[in-house]
């Protein structure tokens, strides 16, 4: 496969450390709120690339933190600890906190069809790993203790910014972030590896250390993590593309200075969902969830059609009217599945295996999920029997995770009652398969054998705005779109 690569700016050829296996990690995410749909939109991306990647054959490691300690509300280390302010928000501890928003967060995944990963570690329960690292960055002269925390010393690298070419100036953490400056660091992009001062002395969470009681950075805990359960080569790196600067790369230049050799090979960032009036956050504290979603009456896998639809290197703008024309196409595109004879002819292997390679070979150029999407549709016009086809969707949707063959069936099963219970009221529609139409053009048959004809010629006249032609046969009606 070919995949844009962040760190070398450049679509290359996917790599991995052993032949045939990828260990893949991915920053998971911060648990003091819901996860919102462009948090999801991420996942939803790096999802189809784990599928992808097992589907061209590889065997995948998959590992991801949850971070419950340590991300400050501004990633330039001050401000207060998410958790911290969540457990206040509602009045709960920072545990308690912790297990609701996770367990929330793996039932949306699940809703969106998105695969648990193979490890899930939450942060808090790797503060052994992340002391021996510090320990070793220290050793190696990469970490300095002041005031209390320990940092690391980015002027001891070669190279610290990885993903741009930054101007130093604009990353000055007074600057950007609007806050006031760490007096403590030695160079303004270093960043703590290990607080034990901090502003906000009512820090929930403390672990005794070498260096005193305190608490981890954000950024020691997917080094800790990836290291332990990745081992020293990583393949695959993922995340949202906020999380390239500073958490990328202070992971970058904590994991090299332990390990002392090149860590992953290939960055992976998502570009991010927004609205009309800017990026989704979730410390802005307004924000979609997929429960929302379902309040409204929408089914969360047309939201992961829609996110498929697009590239995961573009910006993608949310709008209710987006996400209509998605669930309007997603429920279409399982109607004509169901549509699908399952005992029309035999699997074709040949024409099976020549969708597989197009789709391989697509979706195998930095991850081209619409062309995926595309497929799908050009399957349903081959020139191939129902079976066929519903083999090719079924390959298909081992990578893009849309239940089309499970909701096909579901409908077919809705469709053959509603025959069983027309042909026991004596009375048989046959249509397009949608029950509301079927419906109507039964209670118009019903109307006729009550002899109420103004009824049935009224529900004749509305069929027809609709676009909908009746012809009466012996025992119902069969109607079509005209
Ligand atoms: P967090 O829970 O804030 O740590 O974020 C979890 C993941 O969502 C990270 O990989 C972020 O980079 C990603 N992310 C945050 N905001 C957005 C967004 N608006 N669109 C897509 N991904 C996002
Ligand atoms: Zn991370």
Known sequence: MYLYNSATHKKEEFQTHTPGHVEMYTCGPTVYHFAHIGNLRSYIMEDVLEKFLRYSGYDVNRVMNITDVGHLSS????????????????????MEIAKFYTDAFFADCEKLNI????????????????????????????????????????????????FNDHDEEDLAVGVREGVEEDTNKRNKNDFVLW????????QALKWDSPWGVGYPGWHIECSGISLKYNGDYLDLHCGGVDNAFPHHTNEIAQSES????????????????????????????????????????????????????????????????????????????IKRVAALDP???????????????????????????????????????????????????????????????????AVREEQAKVKA????????????????????????????????????????????????????????????RV
């Open 115 to 162: 695969r648990k990963p193979d490890t899930v570690q939450p942060a808090t329960g790797c503060i052994g790993e992340y002391i021996e690292i510090i320990q070793g960055l220290l050793d190696k002269g990469y970490a300095y203790v002041a005031g209390g925390n320990v940092y690391f010393d980015t002027s001891k690298l070669q190279r610290y910014y990885i």
């Open 258 to 333: 332990f390990i002392g050799h090149p860590w992953c090979k290939q960055w992976f960032h998502v570009h991010h969902l927004n609205t009309n009036s800017g990026k989704m956050s979730k410390s802005k504290g307004e924000f979609l969830t997929v429960s929302l979603l379902e309040e409204k009456g929408y089914d969360p896998l047309s939201y992961r059609f829609f996110c498929l639809q697009s590239h995961y290197r573009k910006s993608l703008v949310f709008s209710w009217e987006n996400l209509d024309n998605a669930q309007g196409a997603y429920q279409k595109l």
């Open 343 to 409: 005992g029309d002819g035999t699997v074709d292997q040949a024409v099976l295996g020549e969708y597989r390679e197009k789709f391989t070979q697509q979706v195998g150029n930095d991850l081209n999920t619409s062309m995926g999407v595309t497929l799908l549709y050009d399957a349903l016009k081959a020139p191939a029997s129902g079976a066929t086809k519903l083999a090719i969707l079924e390959s298909f949707d081992q990578v893009l995770s849309l239940s089309l063959l499970e909701k096909a069936a």
């Open 75 to 94: 990633d330039a280390d001050t401000g207060e600890d998410k958790m911290l302010k969540g457990a206040r928000r509602e009045h709960k501890t920072v």
């Open 421 to 480: 219970a027309q042909a026991q009221a004596g009375y048989t529609v046959t249509g397009e398969g949608d029950p509301e139409i079927d419906a109507l053009v039964k209670a118009r048959g019903e109307a006729k054998k009550a002899k109420n004809f103004a009824e049935a010629d009224r529900i004749r006249d509305e069929l027809k705005a609709k676009g909908i032609e009746i012809t009466d046969v012996p025992g119902g009606a069969v109607w079509k």
């Open 195 to 202: 607080f034990t001062k901090s502003k906000f002395e009512d």
